[in-house]
């Protein structure tokens, strides 16, 4: 059993950074995938970035070049670097794993439904 526990977030003002944590357990599988998701009041989940098992990443369009996913695997410590905030990146923000999975991370930027284990979720705000 994964387990995802996300910390850090908060209210931050357009323009400024914000790095939000999720503290991994439990993932023993060779292939998986890593990401961050968010879902804004009455939109769609949307995924943000991934990371797979062989360290590849992909973003979406809305936050290519502003937000990385750094990771530390010593500590199984996944992290999402927001930086350049802006006022539509105000959301829930989910860490999730699907593992095991082989899925091609273009295909899973693209199912934001797919993983199968969830955190909680932590709110960001970005204040105009």
């Known amino acids: 059993q994964v387990q995802l526990m996300e910390s850090g977030g908060g209210s931050v003002q357009a323009g400024g950074d914000l790095k939000v944590s999720c503290a991994v357990r439990?993932?023993?599988?060779?292939?998986?995938?890593l990401g961050w998701f968010r879902q804004a009041p009455g939109k769609q989940r949307e995924a943000v970035a991934l990371?797979?098992?062989?360290?590849?990443?992909i973003y979406s369009e809305s936050v290519k070049g502003r937000f990385t996913i750094p990771r530390d695997k010593a500590e199984n410590i996944l992290y999402l670097q927001m930086n350049s905030r802006k006022p539509e990146d105000t959301a829930m923000y989910y860490c999730?794993?699907?593992?095991?999975?082989?899925?091609?991370?273009?295909?899973?930027?693209?199912?934001?439904?797919?993983?199968?284990?969830w955190g909680q979720g932590t709110q960001v705000t970005v204040s105009s």
């Open positions: 999730a794993a699907d593992a095991p999975s082989t899925m091609a991370l273009i295909q899973a930027l693209n199912r934001p439904d797919e993983p199968n284990f």
């Open positions: 439990g993932l023993i599988y060779s292939y998986y995938y």
């Open positions: 990371i797979a098992s062989d360290d590849d990443t």
